[in-house]
């Protein structure tokens, strides 16, 4: 799947962090770049809101990289990460230990871990599995707010 991060100002470098880690962790699915005028699976857009994500599918959806979270202090690849698990179809699971990528803010500005757990990868894993076999995936927006 393919990510468009030119409307994440400075926030590019660590979606392109969070992408790379997502990469490494799993091989069911992989996250590139654009390549201009294509169109992309997922957005990436710096406001100045919370982080949260519109997912419209696995695997689609926009993310909006809000510098509220990064001005109280929280790590913006952790952000990053924690927003592409949306699209990779995980929800939060809040509250959790810093271990868990999808605790997101639960687990303070700290916590800097920005890699998902064995649990976490694996439901990834299980649900590109299946699209790779065929199975159709579901299309109901869902916006995460965090
Ligand atoms: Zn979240």
Redesign the pocket.
Known sequence: MTYDASGAAEFKDAVAKGAAIWNESVVNVQLKPATSGQRANVRIIADNGW???LSTGLGSGTIYFGRQAVDEGYNTVRISS??L??ILG???M?PGPCSSL?S??TAGVSCTNPYPNAAEKAEVEDDFGLVGAGATAAAAPRM???
């Open positions: 982080p949260r994500t924690h927003e698990g949306h995980l929800p939060d809040k999808m997101g803010s995460y707010r965090d």
